[in-house]
C-alpha cells in the first residue's frame, strides 16, 4: 500500500460525506498527493482564505475542502466534518520532532523512499538527516533510470522542435542528476547521451526547420522574443520578470533546489533561445520582444525596453546588485530582475586538464547561492504581491579550444561557439558548419564543429553561442505560492 493510499484511508476521502480538512503538514497540498487524488478521481477543492470556505458552504458538489487555514469558523463544523492532519498522522513509524524542522519537498522524499523500502522503519532525530540522504540518493538513480529511458524514446521519433525542446529538459535533468549523485560512471556515460542528442537535433537545425517556432501563437511561448508578450495577457496587477543569465535547463534544478524554502510550486516549461546564443541577441530579443530587432546588435537600455512593453504601467528594472526592498518596489507595477551569477561564474570557472564537465561550477555556484541574498529578494517580490515568472536567455555548454582561430572583431569575448558574419560564405569558413538565420538579411551564423569553440586547442572553458540544446532550450518558469 502506498503511503498515499494509507492517507486516504485514514481520512476516509472516498466517504461521500462532506469534510474539511484542515493540513498541518503540507503534505495534502503536495503535487504526489494530489496527481493520486485525481487517479482515483477523488474530487476536492483548496481554500486559502476565509471567503472561499464561505464558497465551500454555498455549494455542495464539493465533498471535500482541503485547507492550510489553522482556524476555521464556528459555522463550518455545521456544514461538514472538520478533521486536522498533523505530522502524527503521516503513515510513518517516526518521532514527531525528528519531521518538524523538515519542509514539504523532503517529507515527500522520505515517504516516497520508505514506502519503497520499509514504512515502519522507525524515524528519530538521530537518524532522520541519514535517513533523507538515503532517500535523496535512492530518488536520484531512480531519476537517471527514467531520464536515460526519456532520451532513448524521443531519440527514436521524427526530428520536430517540440522534441528538441523535450530534448533539452531532459539532459539538463540528466546532468543535474548526475552531478548530484556523484557517479563517475554515470558521468561518462552522459557523454554518448550528449553525442546522441547532438546527432538528432543539429541536422534539422542547420537546416533551418527551427524557423517554424516563430509561427507558434505567443501563447505557447515557443521562443524567449515571446516572453513579454505572454505576460501582457495576464490578469495580474503586479508582475515581476527574473531574468536568470547563461541558465540552462541543469542551471534550473540547482536553483530550483535552493529556492525549495519558498515553499512555491513551478509551472515549467522549455522556450528556445535566439540563435547565436550571445547575450546581446538573447537578451535583447526578451526584452525588445522581437526576433528580428534582437540582432542590431547594440547594448540595450532594458530598464528603457521594459517601460516600452508596458506602456500602461510603472516599470523597473534591478540588477543583482540592487537593494529590493518594499521601499524600493513602492508603486511599481512591473519590475524586472538581471541575475548575473551563473554567467559569471561560469566564464570565470577553471578546469583541470582532461575535466569537461560542470561539477566544479554547479559546486562554486552552490557556495554563491548560499551567501547571497537572492532567496530574500524573491521573497519580498512574492510579499509585496507580485506574480514572479522566471526566464533565461541562454544556457551553455564545456567546450574544448579547436585551434581554429576566428578575428576578434567577429566573435563575442565569451560566446566562442559561434559568429556572425555577411551574408555571404567566404573560402575561410567554408569548411565550418553554418545556417542563415531567419527573417534577417545578410547575417549568416558560422559555428565551432561539435561541442569545440574557437580558441587554443584543447583549452577548456564554459561557453556558448552555438546549437546544442544545452544553449538553445531554456526554462520558462511560472511561480505560485
Not at 15 to 41: P, Y
Not at 175 to 201: H, M, P, R, T
Not at 267 to 272: G, L, P, S, Y
Request: glycine share 4%.
Amino acid at each position: 500500500m502506498t503511503w498515499e493510499n494509507s492517507i486516504v484511508i485514514k481520512l476516509n476521502l472516498e466517504d461521500i460525506s462532506r469534510q474539511v480538512i484542515i493540513d498541518f503538514t503540507g503534505i495534502l497540498f503536495s503535487k504526489e498527493f494530489q496527481d493520486f487524488l485525481q487517479a482515483k478521481n477523488i474530487s476536492f477543492k483548496q481554500a486559502g482564505t476565509i471567503a472561499e470556505l464561505y464558497a465551500f458552504c454555498d455549494e455542495y458538489e464539493t465533498k471535500i475542502l482541503l485547507t492550510s487555514l489553522k482556524e476555521i469558523p464556528p459555522f463550518i463544523s455545521a456544514k461538514a466534518d472538520v478533521k486536522k492532519f498533523t505530522l502524527a498522522d503521516l503513515p510513518l513509524n517516526a518521532d514527531v520532532k525528528a519531521l518538524e524542522k523538515l519542509i514539504i519537498n523532503e517529507l515527500v522524499l522520505l515517504l516516497n523512499y520508505l514506502n519503497a523500502t520499509n514504512l515502519l522503519q522507525p524515524i528519530t532525530q538521530g537518524n532522520v538527516l541519514q535517513l533523507l540522504q538515503n532517500a535523496k540518493q535512492n530518488q536520484n538513480k531512480v531519476l537517471i533510470t527514467k531520464l536515460k529511458e526519456k532520451i532513448g524514446s524521443l531519440l527514436q521519433t521524427e526530428t520536430h522542435y517540440d522534441n528538441i525542446l523535450q530534448l533539452g529538459m531532459h539532459l539538463g535533468k540528466l546532468q543535474f542528476a548526475i552531478f548530484e549523485s556523484g557517479s563517475a560512471e554515470e558521468q561518462k556515460d552522459l557523454v554518448s547521451f550528449q553525442q546522441s542528442i547532438d546527432q538528432y537535433s543539429f541536422k534539422y537545425i542547420l537546416s533551418g526547420n527551427l524557423k517554424n517556432i516563430f509561427y507558434e501563437p505567443a501563447s505557447s511561448v515557443k521562443s524567449v522574443d515571446r516572453i513579454i508578450p505572454y505576460l501582457k495577457t495576464k490578469s495580474q496587477k503586479k508582475i515581476a520578470l527574473i531574468c536568470f543569465d547563461c541558465m540552462g535547463i541543469s542551471e534550473w534544478e540547482l536553483l530550483k533546489e535552493y529556492l525549495q524554502p519558498i515553499g512555491a510550486s513551478f509551472k515549467e516549461q522549455q522556450t528556445f533561445a535566439l540563435i547565436p546564443t550571445i547575450t546581446a541577441i538573447s537578451r535583447n530579443s526578451i526584452f525588445f520582444s522581437n526576433n528580428i530587432k534582437a540582432f542590431q546588435l547594440k547594448p540595450i537600455n532594458e530598464g528603457k525596453e521594459l517601460q516600452l512593453r508596458f506602456p500602461d504601467s510603472i516599470c523597473k528594472l534591478f540588477r543583482e546588485k540592487d537593494n529590493i526592498t518594499a521601499d524600493t518596489l513602492l508603486g511599481i507595477n512591473v519590475v524586472s530582475v538581471i541575475y548575473n551569477f551563473f554567467d559569471d561564474l561560469s566564464h570565470s570557472a577553471q578546469f583541470p586538464p582532461l575535466v569537461e564537465n560542470k561539477l566544479l561550477y554547479f559546486d562554486a555556484v552552490k557556495n554563491y547561492l548560499a551567501n547571497s541574498n537572492i532567496l530574500k529578494q524573491l521573497i519580498t517580490l512574492l510579499d509585496e504581491g507580485y506574480k514572479l515568472y522566471f526566464c533565461s536567455d541562454h544556457g551553455s555548454i564545456v567546450a574544448n579550444g579547436n585551434g581554429k582561430k576566428i578575428e576578434k572583431y567577429l566573435r563575442e569575448k565569451f560566446a566562442k561557439r559561434a559568429c556572425l558574419i555577411g551574408g555571404k560564405t567566404s573560402v575561410k569558413f567554408q569548411n565550418f558548419p553554418q545556417m542563415k538565420i531567419p527573417f534577417v538579411e545578410n547575417k549568416l551564423l558560422v559555428l565551432a564543429e561539435g561541442r569545440t569553440m574557437f580558441d587554443n586547442l584543447n583549452y577548456i572553458e564554459i561557453s556558448h553561442g552555438g546549437i546544442t540544446v544545452d544553449e538553445i532550450v531554456v526554462p520558462f518558469i511560472e511561480v505560485s505560492t
